[in-house]
């Protein structure tokens, strides 16, 4: 699964396959259509589609004379839960660590009773 990930996060590091990874989630695309907004060959575009579909990120489908680009959702599922679980581990570290600041500060201003506010 690590090396899995690693192919996805890298991948994903280049802005113009994040992009296409974004449009393919509204919906299948051909090459075509997903090289319209960039100022590249078609080849440059299927370079990057390659890269995508080695990652399991998308996948081609043959329909008639279309090969349509399909955008892998499981993979970024797979990527969302190791995100995910780290994310909790570091909320807890920083809900630890404000506990104890709090308990610092109560030490060092210890609150009176009947003492003005």
Request: charged content about 35%.
């Amino acid at each position: 699964m690590a090396d899995r990930l690693s192919h996805v996060f890298q991948a994903l590091a280049d802005d113009t396959r994040r992009d296409m990874v974004a449009r393919l989630a509204t919906g299948d695309a051909t090459v075509g259509e997903l090289a319209e907004p960039y100022d590249m060959s078609l080849q440059a575009v299927s370079k990057h589609l390659r890269v995508l579909e080695d990652a399991g990120l998308v996948s081609r489908r043959k329909e008639a004379q279309k090969r349509p680009v399909h955008l892998e959702a499981e993979v970024l599922d797979l990527m969302t839960g190791w995100i995910e679980r780290y994310r909790r581990q570091a909320e807890e570290r920083f809900q630890r660590l404000d506990a104890l600041l709090a308990d610092m500060a109560d030490d060092e201003n210890p609150h009176h009773e009947g003492a003005a506010s």
